[in-house]
């Protein structure tokens, strides 16, 4: 039991102990007493004392440790072998050189005095650190004027490492006083000259892999295939694109999709399938895209790639108002030709094209008549290449909306053929925009109609995509390159194998895919806002490389002196605060500057 008046220790902090009933009350030299229990506290010297006592000096604490390296020893004999006495000033100064930790630690309530060997390793150690501490100081003084040397990878890695968003924290950004976010580590190893504008952050900050999945995808699952070589099947794109994986024709009565079938080789709950989960999506970005899948996948499924391709396909016959009444859905082998909307416009004037060019006006007019939106807003291309940042527009081309409605057709169908199954399916929704009464004409009712949007759904139940004007839909064109669609492909392919009564894998019932739906969605959002936020950033960084730029820019947005601008010829959206013109007015600005770091331009009317 501690003694009334001893002299104790109470985090790090001396007191002196008076007793009060089965408690202690500890008053200190400065601040307020506290009341706490005998085991809390660590007696020093059993006094009697009133206040605390200043340590004694000149203590001989070297030869102590001489005579006591490797040992243990109290208190009081290590006062009397270094003062000669052990008085409570005596006992406090030695509780203090052992709470030091070199050459004598506490270890329980005695004194451990460090043999020859750990002390000089604990020397060694304290040099290190005094030196480290030394020469970040240097850094963070360097730092604070932008001026790192060779040598300060050590210590600004960590804030490389905050800017990539692979840490959350970083100790060098707060001692410089940066701010511990990435968009301020960004801004700061720009400005120290670290990194450039070609940096771009925001695919790490995703959490994103940097490249494809390495591995094994499982044998091909061909039994069943119907050959549809002989029909004429084309699978049109943008020039630039790689990863071909729908193609359309036409029988004489109706139309075909047929979309690439990774799901033949990757089944739920394979490594690939898992990995494709994770990922939720192929991340495009201006310098490239990063799969969902491995390579292996876009050679044995693209589409066009080679001879002969291995498709889901998808049948759908029409009534005269555009409505998908019949659906068919089989694996086939399909020959397909691959073509850009620029090679493919002429060929909608005869044959297989112009056919499906006529179904796709009805379809269009069907969708409309159900409500569905249109928006028409001029793209923009931004790529990099060599490293530099390009920026072209998109054209328009007829093919493009041709196979646009192809696609939307053969969402609606899957959806109608997994829904008259009862099968537990991946289908996507919207609810209706707001109101689209008053709203401006050109551009900027474009703009006023993406506003009016609500965001998509994802769930197990049909619901309509009223943006679409279509009663119930899934997202079923692209397995290759988003995971609801693979999801999609696998279910219909268990279904087909169940009703053929050959194995592939059982469907998954609904509790289950609505996990994978909703981790999907989650990993899918993060994949879009890199590909936005990586389009900006390259965006920014083509400007940089023009001081002084100008451009004309709509007003699609206009009140209370501020204005909302697009620059059509560049896909930027900026905001002034100037008196503009009305909407959809063409002004002429100038670029005057970019923080690539907050994703931000600035631009002047002239």
């Known amino acids: 039991m501690i003694p009334d008046g001893a002299l104790v220790f109470y985090k790090n902090k001396a007191a002196v102990a008076r007793r009060d009933g089965d408690r202690i009350e500890l008053s200190f030299k400065e601040g307020s007493p506290v009341r706490v229990r005998d085991k809390d506290v660590e007696l020093v010297h059993r006094g009697p004392v009133k206040t605390v006592p200043a340590p004694a000096a000149g203590g001989e604490f070297e030869p102590a440790w001489e005579m006591t390296a490797g040992t243990s020893l109290g208190l009081a004999e290590l006062a009397e072998l270094a003062f000669g006495t052990a008085g409570p000033a005596e006992a406090l100064a030695c509780r203090l050189a052992a709470a030091e930790g070199s050459p004598f630690r506490m270890d329980g309530e005695m004194v451990a005095s460090m043999s020859a060997d750990e002390r000089s390793a604990e020397d060694s150690r304290r040099r290190r650190k005094e030196s480290e501490a030394s020469e970040r100081a240097a850094f963070v003084e360097r730092a604070r004027r932008h001026a790192v040397e060779r040598g300060d990878e050590r210590f600004w890695g960590e804030i490389e490492a905050l800017a990539l968003g692979r840490t959350q924290k970083s100790r060098a950004a707060g001692d410089i006083g940066v701010g511990e976010n990435p968009e301020s580590a960004q801004a700061w190893l720009i400005k120290a000259g670290i990194w450039t504008a070609r940096v771009n952050p925001h695919p790490s900050r ?139 416009d002429p060929l909608l004037a005869c044959g297989a094209l112009a056919s499906l060019a006529k179904a796709a006006e009805l379809r269009k007019a069907y969708r409309l008549r159900n409500g569905a939106v249109d928006i028409a807003i001029p793209e923009v291309r931004v790529w990099v290449e060599d490293g530099e940042p390009r920026i072209s527009p998109v054209g328009q081309y007829a093919s493009s909306a041709v196979v646009r409605e192809m696609m939307v057709l053969a969402g609606e169908g899957l959806a109608r053929w997994a829904f008259d199954r009862g099968l537990p399916f991946p289908y996507y929704s919207q609810e209706a925009p707001g109101s689209r009464d008053d709203l401006p004409g050109g551009l900027a009712g474009e703009f006023a109609k993406r506003r009016l949007m609500k965001a998509g759904m994802a769930g197990v139940q049909p619901r309509a995509h009223q943006g679409l004007g279509v009663t119930m839909y899934a997202q079923a064109t692209s397995p290759l390159r988003r995971y609801g669609d693979l999801l999609g492909h696998q279910q219909a392919r268990a279904a087909l194998a169940a009703e053929a009564g050959r194995a592939y894998y059982p469907v998954l019932p609904a509790d289950e895919l609505s ?79 970019a923080d690539i770091s907050r994703l931000e331009a600035r631009f002047s009317v002239l």
């Open 515 to 593: 996990m994978r739906m909703a981790r999907a969605a989650a990993g899918a959002q993060a994949v879009r806002k890199a590909e936005r936020q990586s389009e900006l950033h390259w965006t920014l960084a083509w400007l940089l490389d023009r001081p002084g730029w100008e451009g004309d820019a709509v007003v699609v947005q206009a009140g209370n002196g501020d204005a909302l601008l697009y620059l059509p010829e560049i896909g930027l959206e900026t905001r002034v605060r100037a008196a503009v013109p009305g909407l959809n007015e063409t002004l002429r600005v100038r670029f005057q500057q």
């Open 206 to 344: 995703s959490g994103h892999p940097s490249k494809a999945p390495e591995l094994e995808l499982g044998p091909d699952d061909d039994e069943g295939r119907v050959d549809l070589r002989s029909m004429e099947a084309w699978a049109i794109d943008n020039a630039w694109s790689h990863d071909p994986d729908d193609a359309i024709s036409w029988d004489g009565e109706a139309v075909w999709v047929h979309v690439a079938d990774p799901a033949s080789a990757i089944v739920p709950g394979s490594a690939a399938d898992v990995e494709a989960s994770n990922r939720s999506g192929t991340l495009y970005l201006p310098e490239g895209a990063i799969p969902m899948l491995p390579d292996a996948a876009l050679d044995r499924f693209g589409l066009g790639l080679a001879d002969t391709s291995r498709a889901l396909s998808f049948r759908i016959a029409m009534d005269g108002d555009g409505l998908a009444r019949e659906v068919t859905v089989t694996p086939s082998l399909v020959r397909v030709k691959r073509a850009s909307y620029a090679e493919a």
